[in-house]
């Protein structure tokens, strides 16, 4: 059957034109403009994942802005228009990932044109320096809070290098915290992105955290900064954007012992061996946890012991799933389409296991070599990639030859897999055992996964924000009273489960 794409508007398709008759007066000394680029979206996905909560990597950046210069933020897709240019800033900071690194390139000729230092980071920056160098006038590999400040201090005594590099050694508590005041709240469900942790224990082969040169030390800041930071920005719900944020069970423990008295829901990435220990679980519900976003990549065994990933057995998942469901956590399943070991079966397969184990979301990514990763250069070496395309990189198109099937079965299949999940029966079938955790649930699915007209519309307006909170706090209140039974009751409470209307995790 030929494939139906879903209709996208062209806000969320096509980045915003810059204009080339623009003529600034002279760059304002001291002035740093910071730019997230455009990404056209997955028309398959939720748009509203956009907006959940914000990366941190230019507030971090910013947050390490020497005092006496002024710092500015722009996210292109917040669906504004392209990032200002009057007054005309003297440096202007772009993060590249590899699927929008046309458009920081874009970026980066137009200010350039018109007399900006610019200047660039992130993973692209990292695992393709060769490619980014050109286009800007100096990049920055790794971790850039640290060598930021002398970035400027080179700008301003004109001596600036065409490469720094940021230790990924330097003790993670030293970094100072991200300026999230920057951000337009209104743009978001919340401000809230927290980050406590660096590197992840495990090292999977198609993870960018197996990128060459990449050494990234697991750390941790203190849990007091992040409660600090969690608190300091008044929001009732956060987003922890680690990579792993259960890596080190006793640091969780603690930090979720920190979070409790905040009264406030958190989400977090995390793997599924977090569930090893009951009772790690129970601190993360005592402490606000309404859902986690877990990375279970495949149901096959095989797959996962090619990727070097160490996991629990994918026969034990389900129970895992149900102890989380239990203390009140949603689960959102991240998983990835077109392993060697995969099959046609394997769509069929992945979201009836999803639906058998109820899990309230899911997210699907065909299997994606990034550039730098061992599959990278399995893939290149076996002659399976098919481009190097890297707008197509964005775990959305086929850009390697599946061994099993051909690249449109892959790709049909996943666009499937995505038509199954967001259609009613799967919703329904999907739902909480309690009955009265139904409503939530529902609510959460069709606003999250079934409204992208609505988000699109939420978006452009900048009403992200203002809709959602009388939800968040609807979902606090809900759990805070299921938090006072869980604390009360050795086991699990008798009575209404937590339910969620928000989304779980990036
Ligand atoms: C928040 C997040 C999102 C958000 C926001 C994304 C955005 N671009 O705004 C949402 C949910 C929308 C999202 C979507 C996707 N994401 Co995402 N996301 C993240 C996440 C969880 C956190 C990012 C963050 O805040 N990091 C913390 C900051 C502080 O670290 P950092 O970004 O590395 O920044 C440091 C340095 O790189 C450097 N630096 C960075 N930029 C700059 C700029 C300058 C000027 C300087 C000097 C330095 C510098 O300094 C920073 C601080 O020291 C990361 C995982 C992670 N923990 O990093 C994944 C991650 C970035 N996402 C990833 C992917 C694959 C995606 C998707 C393609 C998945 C999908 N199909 O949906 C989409 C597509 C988005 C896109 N095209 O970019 C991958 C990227 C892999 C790769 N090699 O590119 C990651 C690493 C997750 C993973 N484990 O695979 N994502
Ligand atoms: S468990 Fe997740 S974050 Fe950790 S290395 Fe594997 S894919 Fe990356």
Redesign the pocket.
Known sequence: MPMRTPRIPDALRIAPRLDEAVRPGPPRRRSAL?I??F????PH?SFG?????????????AG?TPADWEVSYW?E?LLQGPPPWDPFPQV?????????ADRAYELARWYRARGAVV?????????CPEEVTPHADS??I???????PQ?LRDVESGSLRSV?R?SDRRPYRE?PP?RRDLLPRRSFLTTT?L?AS?G?HNRCGF???A?DGLEMPYQVRDVEQVVEEFRGDGQPYA?F???NLGSRPRYLRALCQALRPLEAIWSA?VSIDVTDDPSLVREMALAGCTGVFI?FESLSGRNLAEARKKTPSPTDYARRVRMLHEHGIQVNGSFVLGFDHDRRDVFDRTVGWIEDARLECA?F?IL?P????PLFRQMEAEGRLLHRDWSR????HVVFLPRHMAPEELFEGYASCYRRLFSHGSIWRRRPEDWRAVPPYLAMAYLYKRSNWLWHRLIQSRMTGPVWRPLVEWTRRRHLRFRRRLGACPTFPDGEMAGSVVPA??
């Open positions: 910071l997230n680029p990404y056209p979206k997955d996905a994942k956009h907006v959940l909560t914000p990366s941190l990597a230019l507030t971090s950046i390490a996210d897709n202007v900071g772009i993060t590249v990932h590899l699927t929008f200047v660039m980071g992130g993973l692209h920056a990292l695992s990049i920055v790794g971790e850039g809070v640290q060598v930021w970035v720094y940021g970094d991200p992105s980050i660096r992840c993870c960018y955290l990128t987003v954007t680690d990579n990435a990375g997210t990514h994606t990034y550039p730098g990763t990189y964005d775990t959305a995790g990036v």
